[in-house]
């Protein structure tokens, strides 16, 4: 059976042309799992999952760059999936109200079956945990367990020790690298540098550096990166599949 993750959006803040916001879609022996769903995800996603069929979405925070498309699939599935069941969708609160703000029919209640992330400590085949990480709303790293996979997902972040324990012993550690060079000085932080990522990515066997700001040239957070981890820096690309 298939254990992969591909890529379906990079970026943070706006999508780049050609590109797309946060996205990923992990499948495990049959079950898809997507992990954010931000600008331009959507038809990326329908490429590998007609009709939006995946079996749980889970969102790390209210920005759009990481759920807007949420809404979307939403549509995707209330007028081409009418006889489906809702899909779990694990996030925080403040995600649903920003769903609704932006189309209220369907209610995203009717669409999905949404759980509090933060109470929720199974996804299919995984064991969930979450931690709440510095960001400007509330924002959870999340970290899916099954017996021979593990693979965390920080979404957005500013550096803070707890990452250490989301990264420890994942086979593949997917870490906000918004910046690069230096730290900034400003405090506080919700955002890292790739260097930043890589310190904190210390116990992971393999790093996926994502959410760059628009124009960076990958290739240097992943040069930064590098000089820290010990273990295979990739950067996240649009379409990227990842056998794990």
Same mark, same amino acid.
């Given at each position: 059976?298939?254990?992969?993750?591909?890529?379906?959006?990079?970026?943070?803040?706006?999508?780049?042309?050609?590109?797309?916001?946060?996205?990923?879609?992990?499948?495990?022996?049959?079950?898809?799992?997507?992990?954010?769903?931000?600008?331009?995800?959507?038809?990326?996603?329908?490429?590998?999952?007609?009709?939006?069929?995946?079996?749980?979405?889970?969102?790390?925070?209210?920005?759009?760059?990481?759920?807007?498309?949420?809404?979307?699939?939403?549509?995707?599935?209330?007028?081409?999936? @009418?006889?489906?069941? =809702?899909?779990?969708?694990?996030?925080?609160?403040?995600?649903?109200?920003?769903?609704?703000?932006?189309?209220?029919?369907?209610?995203?209640?009717?669409v999905f079956d949404v759980r509090d992330l933060a109470a929720s400590t199974e996804v299919g085949p995984f064991r969930l945990g979450s931690v709440h990480l510095p960001h400007y709303v @509330?924002?959870?790293?999340?970290?899916?367990?099954?017996?021979?996979?593990?693979?965390?997902?920080?979404?957005?972040?500013?550096?803070?020790?707890?990452?250490?324990?989301?990264?420890?012993?994942?086979?593949?550690?997917?870490?906000?690298?918004?910046?690069?060079? =230096?730290?900034?000085?400003?405090?506080?932080?919700?955002?890292?540098?790739?260097?930043?990522?890589?310190?904190?990515?210390?116990?992971?066997?393999?790093?996926?550096?994502?959410?760059?700001? =628009?124009?960076?040239?990958?290739?240097?957070?992943?040069?930064?990166?590098?000089?820290?981890?010990?273990?295979?820096?990739?950067?996240?690309?649009?379409?990227?599949?990842?056998?794990?």
């Amino acid at each position: 059976m298939s254990r992969q993750l591909t890529v379906l959006g990079s970026g943070g803040a706006w999508p780049e042309a050609g590109r797309a916001c946060a996205g990923f879609l992990l499948e495990y022996d049959g079950f898809k799992v997507v992990l954010d769903l931000g600008y331009a995800t959507l038809p990326r996603l329908l490429e590998y999952c007609p009709l939006g069929a995946v079996d749980a979405v889970i969102v790390t925070h209210q920005h759009p760059d990481h759920c807007v498309d949420v809404s979307a699939l939403a549509r995707v599935r209330h007028y081409e999936a @009418t006889e489906a069941a =809702p899909i779990p969708l694990y996030c925080p609160p403040g995600v649903v109200d920003v769903l609704r703000a932006l189309e209220p029919r369907p209610d995203p209640a009717t669409v999905f079956d949404v759980r509090d992330l933060a109470a929720s400590t199974e996804v299919g085949p995984f064991r969930l945990g979450s931690v709440h990480l510095p960001h400007y709303v @509330t924002n959870l790293g999340v970290r899916l367990e099954a017996p021979d996979l593990i693979v965390a997902y920080t979404g957005d972040s500013g550096p803070t020790g707890v990452l250490r324990a989301l990264a420890k012993d994942a086979d593949l550690y997917i870490s906000d690298a918004t910046l690069q060079g =230096p730290p900034p000085e400003t405090t506080p932080r919700y955002i890292m540098t790739a260097g930043e990522a890589a310190t904190y990515a210390s116990g992971a066997k393999r790093l996926l550096l994502t959410h760059f700001w =628009p124009g960076s040239d990958r290739a240097i957070s992943v040069a930064e990166a590098g000089e820290i981890f010990d273990g295979e820096v990739l950067a996240a690309e649009e379409g990227l599949v990842i056998a794990l």
